[in-house]
């Protein structure tokens, strides 16, 4: 089994930054990709960025791209997501997760989330 467990939420202004981090513990080794979701009231969990654990591919929500960096610690098996010029729109629960799978990602574990709150 895998733990995930994210850190660093809050309450912050329009326009200011944030990082959030995402922790793994357990059998760490076979995952393949981590990546980071959303979930705002009212709406349907959804993609923010990914990365690939072996070769630090990213990819991102086009609604993030810009202003979202997701990046990893290989030796603290931590991923990151620094979030900057930040937006109402972002305010969210913000969940980690990881994949198992050797093909297109299957995020069979996931974190508790975290609360991100960004003010107008």
């Known amino acids: 089994q895998v733990q995930l467990v994210e850190s660093g939420g809050g309450l912050v202004q329009a326009g200011d930054s944030l990082t959030l981090s995402c922790a793994a513990s357990?059998?760490?080794?076979?995952?393949?990709?981590r990546a980071w979701f959303r979930q705002a009231p009212g709406k349907e969990r959804e993609f923010v960025a990914a990365?690939?654990?072996?070769?630090?591919?990213?990819n991102y929500a086009d609604s993030v791209k810009g202003r979202f960096t997701i990046s990893r610690d290989n030796a603290k098996n931590t991923v990151y997501l620094q979030m900057n010029s930040l937006k109402p729109e972002d305010t969210a629960v913000y969940y980690c997760?990881?994949?198992?799978?050797?093909?297109?990602?299957?995020?069979?574990?996931w974190g508790q989330g975290t609360q991100v709150t960004v003010s107008s």
């Open positions: 990365i690939k654990w072996s070769s630090g591919f990213r």
């Open positions: 997760a990881a994949s198992k799978s050797i093909g297109d990602p299957v995020y069979d574990y």
């Open positions: 357990g059998r760490t080794l076979s995952i393949y990709a």
